[in-house]
Protein backbone atom coordinates (compact mmCIF):
# COMPACT_ATOMS: atom_id res chain seq x y z
CA UNK A 1 0.00 0.00 0.00
CA UNK A 2 1.43 3.37 -1.15
CA UNK A 3 1.26 6.58 1.17
CA UNK A 4 -1.77 7.74 -1.86
CA UNK A 5 -3.40 4.85 -0.89
CA UNK A 6 -3.32 5.09 2.97
CA UNK A 7 -4.15 9.01 2.29
CA UNK A 8 -6.98 7.86 0.91
CA UNK A 9 -8.44 5.33 3.62
CA UNK A 10 -7.01 7.96 6.41
CA UNK A 11 -9.74 9.65 4.76
CA UNK A 12 -12.68 8.06 5.96
CA UNK A 13 -11.17 7.07 9.07
CA UNK A 14 -11.40 10.61 9.92
CA UNK A 15 -14.52 11.38 8.47
CA UNK A 16 -16.80 10.77 11.43
CA UNK A 17 -14.64 13.13 13.54
CA UNK A 18 -14.46 16.16 11.67
CA UNK A 19 -17.27 18.88 10.63
CA UNK A 20 -15.28 20.69 8.36
CA UNK A 21 -15.78 18.14 5.09
CA UNK A 22 -14.38 20.82 2.62
CA UNK A 23 -10.73 20.62 4.84
CA UNK A 24 -11.12 17.03 4.77
CA UNK A 25 -11.90 16.34 0.92
CA UNK A 26 -8.38 18.75 0.12
CA UNK A 27 -6.22 16.53 2.94
CA UNK A 28 -2.46 16.72 2.62
CA UNK A 29 0.52 15.18 4.30
CA UNK A 30 1.12 18.81 6.18
CA UNK A 31 -2.58 18.94 6.93
CA UNK A 32 -2.92 18.93 10.94
CA UNK A 33 -5.52 16.99 12.73
CA UNK A 34 -6.36 19.29 15.40
CA UNK A 35 -6.07 22.89 13.97
CA UNK A 36 -6.65 22.67 10.21
CA UNK A 37 -9.61 19.51 11.18
CA UNK A 38 -10.70 20.83 13.97
CA UNK A 39 -10.51 17.24 15.14
CA UNK A 40 -11.25 17.36 19.72
CA UNK A 41 -7.80 16.18 20.54
CA UNK A 42 -9.75 13.54 22.89
CA UNK A 43 -10.65 11.78 19.46
CA UNK A 44 -7.09 10.86 18.23
CA UNK A 45 -7.37 8.08 20.74
CA UNK A 46 -10.67 7.20 18.63
CA UNK A 47 -8.84 7.90 14.82
CA UNK A 48 -5.96 5.52 16.45
CA UNK A 49 -8.04 2.81 17.31
CA UNK A 50 -10.11 2.67 14.53
CA UNK A 51 -7.03 2.64 12.67
CA UNK A 52 -5.83 -0.61 14.08
CA UNK A 53 -8.74 -1.86 13.58
CA UNK A 54 -9.31 -1.24 9.54
CA UNK A 55 -5.05 -1.92 8.91
CA UNK A 56 -4.74 -4.80 11.55
CA UNK A 57 -2.09 -3.62 13.78
CA UNK A 58 -0.91 -2.04 16.78
CA UNK A 59 0.30 1.54 17.14
CA UNK A 60 1.81 1.83 20.80
CA UNK A 61 1.93 4.92 22.73
CA UNK A 62 5.17 6.56 21.05
CA UNK A 63 3.66 5.88 18.22
CA UNK A 64 0.69 7.58 18.61
CA UNK A 65 1.95 10.71 19.57
CA UNK A 66 3.80 11.12 16.70
CA UNK A 67 0.47 11.24 14.66
CA UNK A 68 -0.35 14.73 14.56
CA UNK A 69 -0.37 15.48 11.12
CA UNK A 70 -1.85 13.27 7.77
CA UNK A 71 1.80 12.89 6.84
CA UNK A 72 3.08 11.53 10.25
CA UNK A 73 -0.14 9.18 10.13
CA UNK A 74 0.76 7.86 7.13
CA UNK A 75 4.72 7.52 8.23
CA UNK A 76 3.26 5.46 11.59
CA UNK A 77 0.83 3.42 9.58
CA UNK A 78 2.99 2.48 6.85
CA UNK A 79 5.80 1.21 9.37
CA UNK A 80 3.44 -0.77 11.21
CA UNK A 81 2.27 -2.41 7.89
CA UNK A 82 5.97 -3.31 6.05
CA UNK A 83 7.15 -4.26 9.86
CA UNK B 1 -37.20 37.17 47.60
CA UNK B 2 -39.87 38.67 45.97
CA UNK B 3 -38.44 36.73 42.58
CA UNK B 4 -41.28 34.83 40.84
CA UNK B 5 -40.47 31.58 38.41
CA UNK B 6 -42.31 30.74 35.63
CA UNK B 7 -41.79 27.97 32.70
CA UNK B 8 -41.45 29.47 29.14
CA UNK B 9 -40.56 26.15 27.38
CA UNK B 10 -41.46 22.17 27.93
CA UNK B 11 -40.15 19.39 25.99
CA UNK B 12 -41.06 15.62 26.55
CA UNK B 13 -39.90 12.20 25.14
CA UNK B 14 -43.01 10.16 26.65
CA UNK B 15 -43.79 6.24 26.01
CA UNK B 16 -46.75 7.34 24.64
CA UNK B 17 -45.61 10.73 22.59
CA UNK B 18 -42.27 12.42 21.54
CA UNK B 19 -42.57 15.54 21.44
CA UNK B 20 -45.46 18.07 23.21
CA UNK B 21 -48.09 18.15 20.88
CA UNK B 22 -48.01 14.10 20.15
CA UNK B 23 -47.74 13.67 23.83
CA UNK B 24 -50.85 16.39 24.51
CA UNK B 25 -53.17 14.54 22.46
CA UNK B 26 -51.55 11.15 24.15
CA UNK B 27 -52.72 12.31 27.80
CA UNK B 28 -56.02 14.08 26.52
CA UNK B 29 -57.40 10.90 24.95
CA UNK B 30 -55.70 8.64 27.24
CA UNK B 31 -53.05 6.46 24.69
CA UNK B 32 -51.47 3.99 26.34
CA UNK B 33 -47.52 3.54 25.90
CA UNK B 34 -46.92 0.37 27.64
CA UNK B 35 -45.32 -2.17 24.80
CA UNK B 36 -44.72 -6.17 25.37
CA UNK B 37 -41.06 -6.22 25.13
CA UNK B 38 -40.25 -9.97 23.15
CA UNK B 39 -37.16 -9.49 24.87
CA UNK B 40 -38.43 -9.87 28.38
CA UNK B 41 -40.07 -12.71 27.62
CA UNK B 42 -36.55 -14.36 26.37
CA UNK B 43 -34.78 -13.71 29.43
CA UNK B 44 -38.17 -15.12 31.20
CA UNK B 45 -39.05 -11.69 33.41
CA UNK B 46 -41.92 -12.19 35.57
CA UNK B 47 -42.89 -8.90 33.89
CA UNK B 48 -42.82 -8.56 30.00
CA UNK B 49 -43.99 -4.94 29.30
CA UNK B 50 -42.68 -1.63 29.30
CA UNK B 51 -43.31 1.81 29.03
CA UNK B 52 -40.82 2.18 25.80
CA UNK B 53 -40.93 6.16 23.56
CA UNK B 54 -41.09 5.75 20.12
CA UNK B 55 -38.17 6.99 19.45
CA UNK B 56 -35.86 7.12 16.33
CA UNK B 57 -32.19 7.35 17.18
CA UNK B 58 -30.98 8.88 14.10
CA UNK B 59 -32.98 11.94 15.00
CA UNK B 60 -30.53 13.08 17.24
CA UNK B 61 -28.75 14.19 14.15
CA UNK B 62 -31.05 17.34 14.10
CA UNK B 63 -29.75 18.39 17.36
CA UNK B 64 -26.19 17.28 17.69
CA UNK B 65 -23.32 17.16 15.69
CA UNK B 66 -21.81 14.27 13.29
CA UNK B 67 -18.92 14.18 15.43
CA UNK B 68 -21.07 14.27 18.51
CA UNK B 69 -23.74 11.36 17.21
CA UNK B 70 -20.47 9.48 16.15
CA UNK B 71 -20.18 7.37 19.29
CA UNK B 72 -23.27 8.18 21.08
CA UNK B 73 -24.60 5.03 23.36
CA UNK B 74 -26.01 5.91 26.08
CA UNK B 75 -29.99 5.89 25.52
CA UNK B 76 -30.99 8.33 28.44
CA UNK B 77 -28.58 10.55 27.58
CA UNK B 78 -29.84 10.78 23.64
CA UNK B 79 -33.41 10.94 25.21
CA UNK B 80 -31.96 13.82 27.44
CA UNK B 81 -30.75 16.06 24.78
CA UNK B 82 -33.79 15.78 22.78
CA UNK B 83 -36.19 16.80 25.49
CA UNK B 84 -33.52 19.63 26.59
CA UNK B 85 -33.54 21.08 23.09
CA UNK B 86 -37.29 20.42 22.44
CA UNK B 87 -37.82 22.70 25.51
CA UNK B 88 -34.71 25.06 24.85
CA UNK B 89 -36.54 25.77 21.15
CA UNK B 90 -40.02 25.98 22.44
CA UNK B 91 -38.90 29.13 24.70
CA UNK B 92 -37.72 30.86 21.36
CA UNK B 93 -34.09 30.09 21.91
CA UNK B 94 -31.55 29.77 19.36
CA UNK B 95 -29.36 26.52 19.79
CA UNK B 96 -25.70 27.81 18.82
CA UNK B 97 -23.78 30.74 21.02
CA UNK B 98 -19.92 31.68 20.66
CA UNK B 99 -20.21 33.03 23.70
CA UNK B 100 -21.49 31.14 27.39
CA UNK B 101 -24.66 31.88 28.48
CA UNK B 102 -23.74 32.84 31.80
CA UNK B 103 -26.50 33.57 33.22
CA UNK B 104 -28.00 30.33 32.65
CA UNK B 105 -27.61 26.61 34.35
CA UNK B 106 -28.82 23.11 34.01
CA UNK B 107 -29.78 20.77 36.44
CA UNK B 108 -30.86 17.39 34.50
CA UNK B 109 -31.30 14.60 36.56
CA UNK B 110 -30.49 10.80 36.03
CA UNK B 111 -30.33 7.23 37.70
CA UNK B 112 -27.71 5.28 36.36
CA UNK B 113 -25.85 4.94 33.05
CA UNK B 114 -26.83 2.79 29.94
CA UNK B 115 -26.09 -0.57 31.62
CA UNK B 116 -26.76 -2.15 28.26
CA UNK B 117 -24.21 0.45 26.10
CA UNK B 118 -21.37 -0.26 28.92
CA UNK B 119 -21.85 -4.24 28.29
CA UNK B 120 -19.27 -3.49 25.93
CA UNK B 121 -17.24 -1.87 28.32
CA UNK B 122 -16.94 -4.56 30.44
CA UNK B 123 -16.66 -7.08 27.91
CA UNK B 124 -13.54 -5.56 26.39
CA UNK B 125 -12.10 -4.99 29.87
CA UNK B 126 -12.65 -8.54 30.67
CA UNK B 127 -11.18 -9.59 27.42
CA UNK B 128 -7.96 -7.29 28.33
CA UNK B 129 -8.55 -5.15 25.60
CA UNK B 130 -9.46 -1.77 27.80
CA UNK B 131 -7.14 0.15 25.34
CA UNK B 132 -9.67 -0.28 22.81
CA UNK B 133 -12.66 1.44 24.78
CA UNK B 134 -11.60 4.59 23.56
CA UNK B 135 -12.33 8.54 24.32
CA UNK B 136 -16.39 8.51 24.76
CA UNK B 137 -17.32 6.17 27.29
CA UNK B 138 -16.28 7.96 30.29
CA UNK B 139 -18.45 11.14 29.26
CA UNK B 140 -21.38 8.55 28.93
CA UNK B 141 -20.89 6.05 31.92
CA UNK B 142 -20.34 9.44 34.53
CA UNK B 143 -24.05 10.57 35.87
CA UNK B 144 -23.73 14.13 34.72
CA UNK B 145 -23.37 12.40 31.01
CA UNK B 146 -26.28 14.37 30.30
CA UNK B 147 -26.10 17.24 31.95
CA UNK B 148 -22.77 17.62 29.55
CA UNK B 149 -23.96 17.07 26.67
CA UNK B 150 -27.07 19.82 26.53
CA UNK B 151 -25.18 22.34 28.91
CA UNK B 152 -22.60 21.75 25.95
CA UNK B 153 -24.53 21.69 22.85
CA UNK B 154 -26.17 25.20 24.25
CA UNK B 155 -23.40 27.00 25.83
CA UNK B 156 -24.94 26.86 28.90
CA UNK B 157 -22.36 28.59 31.86
CA UNK B 158 -24.06 28.70 34.96
CA UNK B 159 -23.94 25.97 37.80
CA UNK B 160 -24.47 22.94 35.70
CA UNK B 161 -25.19 19.44 38.07
CA UNK B 162 -26.70 16.12 37.62
CA UNK B 163 -28.82 15.49 40.43
CA UNK B 164 -30.48 11.79 41.95
CA UNK B 165 -32.69 10.65 44.28
CA UNK B 166 -34.45 7.66 42.64
CA UNK B 167 -38.05 8.00 41.92
CA UNK B 168 -38.50 11.68 43.20
CA UNK B 169 -34.99 13.17 41.10
CA UNK B 170 -37.23 15.05 38.31
CA UNK B 171 -39.51 16.72 40.67
CA UNK B 172 -36.33 17.60 42.78
CA UNK B 173 -34.61 18.86 39.73
CA UNK B 174 -37.23 21.39 38.97
CA UNK B 175 -37.22 21.95 42.58
CA UNK B 176 -33.71 22.76 42.38
CA UNK B 177 -33.58 24.99 39.30
CA UNK B 178 -36.14 27.01 41.00
CA UNK B 179 -34.58 27.34 44.02
CA UNK B 180 -31.66 28.29 42.17
CA UNK B 181 -33.51 31.42 40.22
CA UNK B 182 -35.28 32.91 43.49
CA UNK B 183 -32.13 33.42 44.72
CA UNK B 184 -31.09 35.28 42.25
CA UNK B 185 -28.33 32.70 41.49
CA UNK B 186 -29.44 32.49 37.26
CA UNK B 187 -31.86 34.13 34.93
CA UNK B 188 -33.04 30.93 33.47
CA UNK B 189 -32.49 27.10 34.12
CA UNK B 190 -33.09 23.72 32.51
CA UNK B 191 -34.03 21.50 34.22
CA UNK B 192 -35.44 18.09 34.09
CA UNK B 193 -34.49 14.18 34.20
CA UNK B 194 -33.93 10.85 32.19
CA UNK B 195 -34.11 7.47 32.16
CA UNK B 196 -34.09 4.29 30.34
CA UNK B 197 -34.83 1.12 32.14
CA UNK B 198 -32.13 -1.44 30.44
CA UNK B 199 -32.70 -5.24 30.51
CA UNK B 200 -30.25 -5.51 33.61
CA UNK B 201 -32.09 -2.48 35.53
CA UNK B 202 -35.60 -4.02 34.23
CA UNK B 203 -34.43 -7.36 35.69
CA UNK B 204 -33.38 -5.69 38.90
CA UNK B 205 -36.83 -4.72 39.68
CA UNK B 206 -38.16 -8.10 38.29
CA UNK B 207 -36.29 -9.79 40.91
CA UNK B 208 -38.07 -7.52 43.92
CA UNK B 209 -41.23 -8.84 42.85
CA UNK B 210 -42.41 -5.00 42.66
CA UNK B 211 -43.71 -5.26 38.69
CA UNK B 212 -47.15 -5.50 37.61
CA UNK B 213 -46.88 -9.50 35.65
CA UNK B 214 -50.57 -10.60 34.80
CA UNK B 215 -50.73 -8.57 31.95
CA UNK B 216 -48.33 -9.64 29.56
CA UNK B 217 -50.83 -10.87 27.25
CA UNK B 218 -52.71 -7.18 27.37
CA UNK B 219 -49.80 -4.27 27.76
CA UNK B 220 -51.55 -1.57 27.85
CA UNK B 221 -53.66 -2.56 30.61
CA UNK B 222 -50.75 -3.58 32.77
CA UNK B 223 -50.40 -0.41 34.83
CA UNK B 224 -53.20 -0.04 37.33
CA UNK B 225 -53.02 2.95 39.40
CA UNK B 226 -55.79 3.10 42.21
CA UNK B 227 -57.21 -0.33 41.23
CA UNK B 228 -58.25 -3.22 43.25
CA UNK B 229 -56.02 -4.92 40.04
CA UNK B 230 -53.12 -2.82 40.93
CA UNK B 231 -50.43 -5.45 41.05
CA UNK B 232 -47.03 -3.48 40.66
CA UNK B 233 -45.76 -1.18 38.63
CA UNK B 234 -44.71 -0.94 34.79
CA UNK B 235 -41.19 0.20 34.74
CA UNK B 236 -40.96 3.11 31.66
CA UNK B 237 -37.96 5.12 29.85
CA UNK B 238 -37.90 8.75 28.40
CA UNK B 239 -37.35 12.27 29.47
CA UNK B 240 -38.44 15.48 29.74
CA UNK B 241 -37.58 19.16 30.44
CA UNK B 242 -38.40 22.91 31.44
CA UNK B 243 -37.13 25.53 31.01
CA UNK B 244 -37.39 27.93 34.32
CA UNK B 245 -37.16 31.83 33.95
CA UNK B 246 -37.49 34.48 36.06
CA UNK B 247 -40.68 35.80 35.67
CA UNK B 248 -39.26 39.77 34.83
CA UNK B 249 -36.79 38.10 32.30
CA UNK B 250 -39.16 36.23 30.70
CA UNK B 251 -41.75 39.41 30.78
CA UNK B 252 -38.98 41.35 29.14
CA UNK B 253 -38.37 39.36 26.12
CA UNK B 254 -41.79 38.76 25.97
CA UNK B 255 -41.69 34.93 26.50
CA UNK B 256 -44.63 32.53 25.88
CA UNK B 257 -45.61 31.62 30.05
CA UNK B 258 -47.29 28.20 30.36
CA UNK B 259 -47.46 28.04 34.19
CA UNK B 260 -45.86 29.85 37.67
CA UNK B 261 -43.90 27.30 40.09
CA UNK B 262 -45.56 28.95 43.48
CA UNK B 263 -43.17 26.93 45.98
CA UNK B 264 -42.22 23.16 46.47
CA UNK B 265 -40.44 20.89 49.33
CA UNK B 266 -37.68 18.17 49.05
CA UNK B 267 -37.48 16.27 52.31
CA UNK B 268 -36.88 12.57 53.26
CA UNK B 269 -38.96 10.32 55.72
CA UNK B 270 -35.70 9.45 57.67
CA UNK B 271 -36.58 5.65 56.79
CA UNK B 272 -38.26 5.94 60.29
CA UNK B 273 -41.96 5.73 61.45
CA UNK B 274 -42.51 3.18 58.79
CA UNK B 275 -40.38 4.49 55.71
CA UNK B 276 -37.33 2.20 54.81
CA UNK B 277 -35.17 2.08 51.40
CA UNK B 278 -38.26 1.20 49.46
CA UNK B 279 -41.68 2.29 51.61
CA UNK B 280 -41.72 6.04 52.77
CA UNK B 281 -42.62 7.19 55.88
CA UNK B 282 -45.58 8.44 55.93
CA UNK B 283 -45.05 11.59 58.42
CA UNK B 284 -42.06 12.39 55.38
CA UNK B 285 -44.63 12.38 53.10
CA UNK B 286 -47.26 14.55 54.29
CA UNK B 287 -44.66 17.29 55.50
CA UNK B 288 -43.22 17.13 52.29
CA UNK B 289 -46.99 18.56 50.44
CA UNK B 290 -47.67 20.80 53.86
CA UNK B 291 -44.63 22.22 53.30
CA UNK B 292 -44.77 22.71 49.66
CA UNK B 293 -48.21 24.54 50.13
CA UNK B 294 -46.60 27.04 52.76
CA UNK B 295 -43.72 27.86 50.97
CA UNK B 296 -46.38 28.89 47.78
CA UNK B 297 -48.47 30.78 50.26
CA UNK B 298 -51.66 29.06 49.72
CA UNK B 299 -54.71 27.21 51.10
CA UNK B 300 -54.81 23.64 50.66
CA UNK B 301 -58.40 24.45 49.33
CA UNK B 302 -57.08 26.36 46.36
CA UNK B 303 -55.36 23.01 45.06
CA UNK B 304 -57.74 21.70 41.92
CA UNK B 305 -55.64 18.68 40.92
CA UNK B 306 -53.15 16.57 42.35
CA UNK B 307 -50.86 14.58 40.14
CA UNK B 308 -49.75 11.79 42.42
CA UNK B 309 -46.84 9.40 42.30
CA UNK B 310 -49.47 6.66 42.31
CA UNK B 311 -47.12 3.55 40.58
CA UNK B 312 -50.07 1.10 40.66
CA UNK B 313 -48.70 -0.99 43.63
CA UNK B 314 -50.12 -1.34 47.51
CA UNK B 315 -48.48 1.55 48.43
CA UNK B 316 -51.43 3.88 46.53
CA UNK B 317 -54.14 3.85 49.11
CA UNK B 318 -51.66 5.20 51.59
CA UNK B 319 -50.76 7.90 49.31
CA UNK B 320 -54.46 8.98 48.94
CA UNK B 321 -54.26 8.64 52.87
CA UNK B 322 -51.45 11.12 52.88
CA UNK B 323 -52.62 13.42 50.20
CA UNK B 324 -56.07 13.69 52.47
CA UNK B 325 -54.36 13.75 55.65
CA UNK B 326 -51.80 16.31 54.57
CA UNK B 327 -54.70 18.41 52.57
CA UNK B 328 -57.23 18.15 55.13
CA UNK B 329 -60.04 17.31 52.21
CA UNK B 330 -61.89 14.12 51.70
CA UNK B 331 -64.65 12.50 50.00
CA UNK B 332 -66.61 14.97 47.73
CA UNK B 333 -64.07 17.70 48.98
CA UNK B 334 -60.97 15.74 47.55
CA UNK B 335 -59.21 17.74 44.53
CA UNK B 336 -59.22 16.07 41.50
CA UNK B 337 -56.42 13.16 41.24
CA UNK B 338 -54.56 11.31 38.73
CA UNK B 339 -52.02 9.90 37.87
CA UNK B 340 -49.88 9.39 34.12
CA UNK B 341 -48.58 6.18 35.22
CA UNK B 342 -51.48 4.85 34.10
CA UNK B 343 -50.63 5.43 30.47
CA UNK B 344 -47.06 5.60 30.50
CA UNK B 345 -45.60 3.03 33.32
CA UNK B 346 -43.10 4.73 35.98
CA UNK B 347 -40.56 6.22 34.40
CA UNK B 348 -38.12 6.33 37.54
CA UNK B 349 -35.89 9.15 37.43
CA UNK B 350 -38.24 10.48 34.61
CA UNK B 351 -41.22 10.72 36.17
CA UNK B 352 -41.12 13.77 38.21
CA UNK B 353 -40.27 15.23 34.72
CA UNK B 354 -43.09 14.07 32.46
CA UNK B 355 -45.49 14.38 34.83
CA UNK B 356 -44.43 17.89 35.69
CA UNK B 357 -44.82 18.44 31.91
CA UNK B 358 -48.25 16.66 31.54
CA UNK B 359 -49.12 19.13 34.99
CA UNK B 360 -48.67 22.66 32.95
CA UNK B 361 -50.07 21.40 29.91
CA UNK B 362 -52.92 20.57 32.17
CA UNK B 363 -52.94 23.78 33.60
CA UNK B 364 -52.49 25.30 29.92
CA UNK B 365 -54.94 23.70 28.05
CA UNK B 366 -57.96 24.23 31.05
CA UNK B 367 -58.18 19.51 31.80
CA UNK B 368 -57.62 16.97 33.79
CA UNK B 369 -56.44 13.76 32.14
CA UNK B 370 -57.75 10.67 32.57
CA UNK B 371 -57.04 7.71 34.93
CA UNK B 372 -57.16 5.03 32.75
CA UNK B 373 -57.33 1.39 33.92
CA UNK B 374 -59.13 1.86 36.59
CA UNK B 375 -62.33 -0.09 36.18
CA UNK B 376 -61.88 -1.55 39.68
CA UNK B 377 -61.52 0.85 41.53
CA UNK B 378 -59.36 -0.15 45.08
CA UNK B 379 -62.29 -0.10 48.31
CA UNK B 380 -59.91 1.13 50.19
CA UNK B 381 -60.03 4.48 48.12
CA UNK B 382 -63.46 5.06 47.49
CA UNK B 383 -63.28 5.01 51.35
CA UNK B 384 -61.12 8.07 51.65
CA UNK B 385 -62.20 10.10 48.37
CA UNK B 386 -65.74 10.13 46.37
CA UNK B 387 -64.35 7.86 42.99
CA UNK B 388 -65.79 11.47 41.32
CA UNK B 389 -62.66 13.07 42.40
CA UNK B 390 -60.56 10.12 40.23
CA UNK B 391 -61.82 10.83 36.48
CA UNK B 392 -61.51 8.05 34.00
CA UNK B 393 -62.46 10.25 30.86
CA UNK B 394 -60.98 13.58 30.14
CA UNK B 395 -62.40 16.52 32.87
CA UNK B 396 -62.79 19.89 31.46
CA UNK B 397 -61.68 22.38 33.70
CA UNK B 398 -59.91 25.79 35.06
CA UNK B 399 -56.54 24.36 36.63
CA UNK B 400 -55.10 26.85 38.26
CA UNK B 401 -53.57 25.15 41.27
CA UNK B 402 -52.24 21.83 40.78
CA UNK B 403 -49.72 19.91 43.23
CA UNK B 404 -47.57 17.60 41.94
CA UNK B 405 -45.77 14.68 43.93
CA UNK B 406 -43.19 12.24 43.53
CA UNK B 407 -41.46 10.18 45.79
CA UNK B 408 -38.75 7.17 45.90
CA UNK B 409 -36.48 5.00 46.92
CA UNK B 410 -34.74 5.63 49.75
CA UNK B 411 -37.56 7.23 51.27
CA UNK B 412 -37.16 10.94 49.58
CA UNK B 413 -40.02 12.56 48.68
CA UNK B 414 -40.59 15.88 46.79
CA UNK B 415 -44.21 17.96 46.05
CA UNK B 416 -44.65 20.83 44.06
CA UNK B 417 -47.54 23.46 43.28
CA UNK B 418 -47.68 24.67 39.85
CA UNK B 419 -50.25 27.40 39.35
CA UNK B 420 -51.71 29.32 36.06
CA UNK B 421 -49.70 32.29 35.89
CA UNK B 422 -51.80 35.52 36.67
Same mark, same amino acid.
Given at each position: MNRTEILDELKKILAPYTLDKEQLAGI???????????????NLVDIIIDAEEKYNVEIDYDDAEKMINVGSCIDVISARLNA | MSRRVVVTGIGVVSPNGVGVPAFLNAIQNGISGVKFMPLYQELNFSCQVAGKP?????? +?KKYISEVTFH? =??GTNIGYGITAALDAWADAG??????????DTGCIFGNSVADTEAMKNVIIRVDN? %???? =????VVEQAMNSGVTSYIAGRLGLGGMITTNSSACATGTQAILMGYDYIKHGSAKRMLVGSSEYVDPYVYGAFDSMRVLSRKFNDAPEKA? $???? @?? @??GFVPGSGAAALILEDLDYALERGANIY @? %? &?LGGSSNSGGQRGGGSMTAPNPAGVIKSITDAVISSQI? #??? &??LVSGH?? @????DKQEIQNWSTALKRSGKDFPLVNSLKSMIGHCLSAAGSIESVAAILQIKHNFAHPNI? +??? #?NPGIAELI?? %? $??? =?TLVKKDINILAKANFGFGDVNTCLIFSKYK
Amino acid at each position: MNRTEILDELKKILAPYTLDKEQLAGINENTDLIKDLKINSANLVDIIIDAEEKYNVEIDYDDAEKMINVGSCIDVISARLNA | MSRRVVVTGIGVVSPNGVGVPAFLNAIQNGISGVKFMPLYQELNFSCQVAGKPDFVWDD +LKKYISEVTFHG =LKGTNIGYGITAALDAWADAGFEYDTDEPRWDTGCIFGNSVADTEAMKNVIIRVDNK %EARK =LGSRVVEQAMNSGVTSYIAGRLGLGGMITTNSSACATGTQAILMGYDYIKHGSAKRMLVGSSEYVDPYVYGAFDSMRVLSRKFNDAPEKAS $RPMS @AT @AGGFVPGSGAAALILEDLDYALERGANIY @A %E &ILGGSSNSGGQRGGGSMTAPNPAGVIKSITDAVISSQIH #PDE &IDLVSGHLT @ATMADKQEIQNWSTALKRSGKDFPLVNSLKSMIGHCLSAAGSIESVAAILQIKHNFAHPNIN +LDD #PNPGIAELIDL %E $RVP =LTLVKKDINILAKANFGFGDVNTCLIFSKYK
